[in-house]
């Protein structure tokens, strides 16, 4: 530690003497202690590869009281803020103050610089750490569960109240900008900002989720109140149109979903290539078709379960018969005058068999086991192998 005093003593002497503010280049893991507006740069030293998929590189600065952070690309940059611009006034003046905050650095980037400006000339720490992030690792795993579960989520009614009550809660937000921009006399100073909509709207959405805590803390019946009124009209206007029923509109949800998730799958990956690597796998491995599977053979009835379905899909039929010619739709007159024996006919719908002894003796005698039927079959088909044998012997 002696040795990095001794450096930065002299480093601070050089800078004085050239009339140029110092520039101090961070190191992974070390802690550094100051007072007063400072300049800081961090050299990227790693080459990106797969294993650095969820890798984040951040430089957390940390104070008792508030101060303000300007994140630039390089040292020429960094010296242009020391130089009075009305943009840089500007956007410093939009710039809100921390207390702590981290600076994400890209792995793709060589070297990025920021200066820090307290409040005041109190001690602020600055500490460079690489580290696995999870966030990010729970965003890949949001998106990649999200796209494929995109089909059954369309079709979910909890899927479809949560979801709808998310987006009031974020719409009402966007909605109360433009609201307030159209009360607002057009020769206000404020209506500048206001006229922006979309990008000021977003702007506010960010300073509210970056104090998120701040305002569940200290005004949290407001937000109690916000998040019940809104949610309450939110799920109302989701119960008034109901779910989703037309396939249509099913589908397009379920596109939607997808996208959102290849999207949130793109965000949660450092590296480009890998990110789209597993976007187009996904993509394919999801309407890739199944490898096409021959359907089995049926299996043959055998003599006894042929006999067995026939009786009892005659029985079935004998009797729906029975109970057409019972039914009002059914004319018995017209019926008796096209029959020959229409007591039989009679008797058959009271309940009797619709065949006689005799009829049931004769066919089982020709259609039977051992029957003329399957004599006739059977020497058929032996004068047909004699008429094909001799075609054979001739070739």
Known sequence: MTVNTCCNTLVLCMTVLCNKPPVID??????????????????????????????RIQVRVSSSKLFKVQTVDDEERLQELERFSFWGWFQGWLRERHNETSINISLFSKKTCFRVDPADKTQYTVKSLRKFDIYLFLVFLSGASLFI?????????????????????????????????????????????IVGGWSFSVYA????CRNIQMILQEHWHLA??????????????CYRYGPLVDQKSINILSWTLQLFGLLLIYSGIQIQQVAFAIIIAAVVAK?????????????????EEYQQEAEVETRRALEELRKYC??????????????????????????????????????????????????????????????????????
């Open 26 to 55: 961070l190191q992974d893991g070390e802690v550094y202690v100051f007072s007063g507006p400072s300049s800081f740069c961090y050299q990227n030293t790693i080459v990106p590869n797969w294993r650095h998929t969820w890798t």
């Open 149 to 193: 579960f995109a089909d059954s989520l369309s079709r979910s009614q909890l899927f479809y109240y949560s979801a709808g009550m998310s987006t009031g809660m974020i719409a009402s937000l966007i909605i109360l900008f433009f609201v307030l921009a159209r009360l607002m006399p057009k020769k206000s100073p404020f209506y500048v900002l």
């Open 205 to 208: 959405i960010q300073l509210v």
């Open 224 to 237: 109690l109140g916000y998040v019940a009124v809104v949610g309450f009209i939110s799920f109302a206007v």
């Open 287 to 303: 309407h890739l078709e199944y490898p096409v599977t021959l359907p089995e053979p049926r299996r043959l009835l055998t003599e």
């Open 326 to 395: 019972n039914s009002p739709d059914f004319s018995p007159w017209k019926a008796v005058s096209r029959l020959q024996s229409p007591k039989r006919f009679a008797d058959f719908i009271e309940g009797s068999p619709h065949l006689m002894p005799n009829e049931v003796s004769v066919h089982a005698q020709e259609y039977g086991f051992g029957g003329s039927f399957f004599e006739d079959e059977l020497f058929d088909t032996d004068d047909e192998d004699d008429d094909i044998k001799p075609l054979k012997n001739t070739e």
